[in-house]
């Protein structure tokens, strides 16, 4: 995977934090219609998980993998 600047803002707001795309959007300046894509992006490759599937106002989280990854980009 490509580690694009869209991938790394998201990643880094969840960072510690659990949140709804529609906060990810405004925490990362990131436009709407490319959220999803991201979310599943990094969901596919295990760095991100969403925590209530059936839900309608889903929350996504980092993985261990998602935390081990942005824990090396700070560095």
């Not at 990131?30 to 990094?42: D, G, R």
């Not at 209530?52 to 935390?67: F, I, S, V």
């Amino acid at each position: 995977m490509n580690i694009s600047s869209y991938r790394v803002k998201v990643m880094k707001t969840l960072k510690d934090e659990v949140k709804i795309p529609t906060v990810i959007v405004k925490d990362c300046d990131i436009v709407p219609n490319h959220i999803s894509k991201v979310l599943s992006e990094l969901k596919e490759v295990g760095a991100v998980e969403c925590l209530n599937e059936e839900a309608k106002g889903r929350l996504y989280g980092l993985t261990d993998l998602g935390d081990e990854i942005v824990d090396n980009l700070a560095e």
